[in-house]
Each structure stands twice: as structure tokens, then as C-alpha cells.
Nanobody, 115 residues
Framework: QVQLAESGGGLVQAGGSRRLSCTASGSTFSFRVMAWYRQAPGMQRELVASSRSTGSATYADSVKGRFTISRDNARNTVDLQMNSLKPEDTAVYYC?????????WGKGTLVTVSS
């Protein structure tokens, strides 16, 4: 059974950096897509960044130039490096992986950016 575990959330001051990590355990295969989503209070969940097995990556306009997604297929991990954080980046960040018909979400990790 594949499980996702996210880590790295916490409190950070505006302008600071934070690195989130997500590890997929129990998998013997690689994932077509590994991605990070976020959900702020009262808002819908939105895509932050995604990484495909082809090597391509996409970003939400709001994080372009500040966030970087990276994945390690051998270890089945996906990280999100977040720089120049803003209070509006405050949200629960979720890891998601896709492989075939499998779509799996992590439980989320809270990032709070103070002004």
C-alpha cells in the first residue's frame, strides 16, 4: 500500500524560505506526476507545482520564480523549495502523486507565513 508523508511545514517570516518534502513509501513503481497543492482557509485547493516523469514542471503564476519543485525518482520523493515567502502563501500544503489510475494525496503540512 502506497503512503505519502509530508514534512517541512512550520512558521516562517515573510521573505524567508522553507523546504517541504514528500516521500512515497510502499511503491515499487515511479509516478507519472508528483505535485504540490495548497489550500488556504476558506479557499479551494489549488495546484502550486507539478513535476512529470518526462522532466517537465509547471507552476502556478503566483509562485513562479519563487518556488522550485524537484523529484528523486529513485527515492520516490518530491520537494518544494519555497523562497521569498509571502503571508498569502499561508496554507496547508498537500503532496499528490499519480500513476495509472492511482491518485494519492498526503495529509498535508501547514505553512504559516507571518508578516
Amino acid at each position: 500500500q502506497v503512503q505519502l508523508a509530508e514534512s517541512g511545514g512550520g512558521l516562517v517570516q515573510a521573505g524567508g524560505s522553507r523546504r517541504l518534502s514528500c516521500t512515497a513509501s510502499g511503491s515499487t513503481f515511479s509516478f507519472r506526476v508528483m505535485a504540490w497543492y495548497r489550500q488556504a482557509p476558506g479557499m479551494q485547493r489549488e495546484l502550486v507545482a507539478s513535476s512529470r516523469s518526462t522532466g517537465s514542471a509547471t507552476y502556478a503564476d503566483s509562485v513562479k520564480g519563487r518556488f522550485t519543485i524537484s523529484r528523486d525518482n529513485a527515492r520516490n520523493t518530491v520537494d518544494l523549495q519555497m523562497n521569498s515567502l509571502k503571508p498569502e502563501d499561508t496554507a496547508v500544503y498537500y503532496c499528490k502523486v499519480e500513476a495509472g489510475v492511482l491518485n494519492l494525496w498526503g495529509k498535508g503540512t501547514l505553512v504559516t507565513v507571518s508578516s
